[in-house]
C-alpha cells in the first residue's frame, strides 16, 4: 500500500475477488533538514490515506519500518551512481531488494502466499510452466520496464491485478468501490528527494562529487569548464556553459578524468551498447542468442529493433553481460540505465548499459 489510487484498488480489487487481504505500507528512508518535505511515498497523508483504505475494506493495515534496506539498497546506490559518472536508476533497485526482496519476506512471515502491487504489467505461465512477464494493457502505464529484475521464484508470489485495466479504468474502479483516493494525483519516480531536483539532492548528500572539472570536445579540445559530473547526463544540450554557434550535447561523461564530453547532434547516434548483470525473464533464453528483439533503453523511450548477442571473453562465454546492436542509431544510450528487451509485448529480460 502507499496511498495512492493503484495499490488502493488493487487492495480493492482482491478483496471482492474473495482473497484474504492484509495492507503492507513500507516507511522509507527521508531526508532531513529545514525546509525539507518528507518521502512521498510515506509522507504523514499518504498513511492516513493508506490507512483509511484498509478500514473502510476492513482488512489489517501494517506500516513496516524498511529505511535502513532502502538508504543502503536504493538511495545509496543512487548517489554513488552519479558519482561514478552514470545515471543510474533507484526504482529498479527498489524493485529487486526492498519490494521483492524486504516486503516479499515480511508478508512470507505473514503466511502470505502472494504479493500483490498496483503495478501495470501482466504474469502468465508458459507450456514450460515457467513465469513470463507481459506488458500492460494500458501502453502508456505499462510498467514491464521496471519489473524485469524479479526472478522466477518472486515472479511466481508477485501479482498484479491492473495489468489488464487501464488508468482511466482503475480510477473508475476507485469510484465504485468508494476509496477517497480515486482522483489522488499520480506519484512520480525519485520518492526520497524532498524537492523532486536530484541535483540538488546530491549537493545536500553527495557535496564531495561536485567536482569542477574540463569540458571537451572528442579531439580532446578543453571548451569549458562543467559544475561536476552529477550535473550532467547523456543528450543534455542546455546548461553546458559553452557559446558557440551550433548546439553542442554531453555525448560521455568520464569519470576518471573528470571530464564533460560534447559533440554536435551528429555525433550523438550510437549503434551498439555493452548491458551487463543480464536478467532473462525466460531462463534459458541467453542460449538462444543472437536473438532478435525491440529493445528500451530508458522507461519513457520507445523500442527499437535490434539484435543481442552473446559475449565471448577470452573464448569463456559471458552469461552476464550481451552487446546489443540497433538497426539504425540511438541518441542517448546512457549508462546506468536499463536496457530491456522485448518480443511482441512479452518481456524477455534485461541488463544494465555499461557503455
Known sequence: MSGGVDSSTTAALLVERGFDVVGLMMRMWSEEGD???????????????????????????????????????????????????????????????VKFGTLLNKARALDAEFLATGHYARIQKNE?????????????????????????????????????????????????????????????????????????FMRRNRPDALVPGPILNARGNVLGTH??????????????????????????????????IVGHADELGKRELIARNVNWIPPRLDNELPLRASVKIRYRSIESPATIFAIDE?????????RIEFDTPLRDITPGQ??????????????????
Open 35 to 97: 525546509g525539507l518535505l518528507p518521502n512521498k511515498c510515506c509522507s504523514p497523508e499518504a498513511v492516513a490515506d493508506a490507512r483509511g483504505v484498509c478500514q473502510r475494506l476492513n482488512i489489517p493495515f501494517y506500516l513496516l519500518n524498511v529505511e535502513d534496506e532502502f538508504k543502503t539498497r536504493v538511495v545509496d546506490f543512487f548517489a554513488d551512481g552519479y558519482a561514478a559518472g552514470i545515471t543510474p536508476n533507484p526504482c529498479l533497485q527498489c524493485n529487486r531488494h
Open 227 to 260: 559544475t561536476g559530473l552529477p550535473d550532467y547526463t547523456i543528450g543534455q544540450r542546455k546548461g553546458l556553459g559553452i557559446a558557440a554557434s551550433e548546439a553542442f550535447y554531453v555525448t560521455a561523461l568520464d569519470a576518471p578524468r573528470n571530464a564533460l
Open 128 to 200: 514450460r510452466g515457467e513465469f513470463e512477464l507481459l506488458k500492460g494493457v494500458d501502453a502508456h502505464k505499462d510498467q514491464s520496464y521496471a519489473l524485469h529484475v524479479l526472478s522466477q521464484a518472486q515472479l511466481a508470489q508477485a501479482m498484479f491485478p491492473l495489468g489488464e485495466f487501464t488508468k482511466q479504468e482503475t480510477r473508475e474502479l476507485a469510484k465504485k468501490f468508494g476509496l477517497r483516493v480515486a482522483a489522488k494525483e499520480d506519484s512520480q519516480d525519485l520518492c526520497f528527494i524532498a524537492d523532486g531536483n536530484y541535483r540538488n
Open 314 to 322: 577470452t573464448r569463456v562465454r559471458d552469461e552476464s553481460s550481451v
Open 338 to 355: 536499463a536496457a530491456v528487451f522485448y518480443d511482441n509485448g512479452k518481456c524477455l529480460g534485461g541488463g544494465i548499459i555499461q557503455g
